[in-house]
């Protein structure tokens, strides 16, 4: 995966993390996955088509993302419940939609799809043959995971924004 391609998530996660919940951010070391499952409770994934095609996965503990709920909501929250998730999921979106206006910046026109709550450890996802990038994004609330597996369409895919799988 070329570094333009996740450059743009990442330092969106800082922008945006800072200014929703005031978040200290430290980058942590990079890592190269293959990885079908899930490791954390909570991963927001959200597809990116055109272009640029793939899926960015924002991961964490259960613990974390009541965390970040909490201060986005000015109130302790203490169950997971259907609000947490809306809030967790538009924390993914709006990630990703700053980091998508950057690829456009870049050249890269790109459309987003809504954000996808999964819930649980050990949960497999797929990103077929895309090796995903986990970027580890420490805060005073703990640590939320990064995983970006995108790569550059191929021309027939491209223009209309489709993956085409292999067979069909």
């Known amino acids: 995966m070329k570094a333009q391609f996740a450059n743009p998530f990442v330092s969106a996660a800082y922008e945006v993390l800072q200014a929703e919940v005031n978040a200290t951010v430290e980058r942590g070391p990079l890592s190269l996955e293959e990885s079908q499952f899930t490791n954390k409770d909570i991963t927001v994934m959200i597809g990116i088509t055109g272009p640029v095609r793939g899926v960015v996965m924002y991961s964490m503990t259960e613990e974390v993302a009541k965390r970040l709920v909490s201060v986005m909501l000015g109130q302790p929250v203490n169950e997971f419940d259907s609000l947490s ?33 999964v819930m649980g450890q050990h949960t497999v996802i797929s990103t077929v043959n895309l090796k995903r990038l986990v970027v580890p994004l420490k805060t005073q609330y703990g640590e939320i995971e990064i995983s970006i597996a995108l790569e550059e369409a191929r021309a027939g895919a491209r223009d209309i924004g489709l993956t085409v799988a292999k067979g069909v």
Do not use: M, Q
């Not at 924390?91 to 987003?112: D, M, Q």
């Open 85 to 117: 998730e809306s809030a967790i999921s538009e924390i993914g979106n709006v990630i990703t939609g700053v980091a998508a206006r950057e690829l456009e910046r870049a050249g890269y026109s790109c459309r987003i799809s809504p954000p996808t709550l």
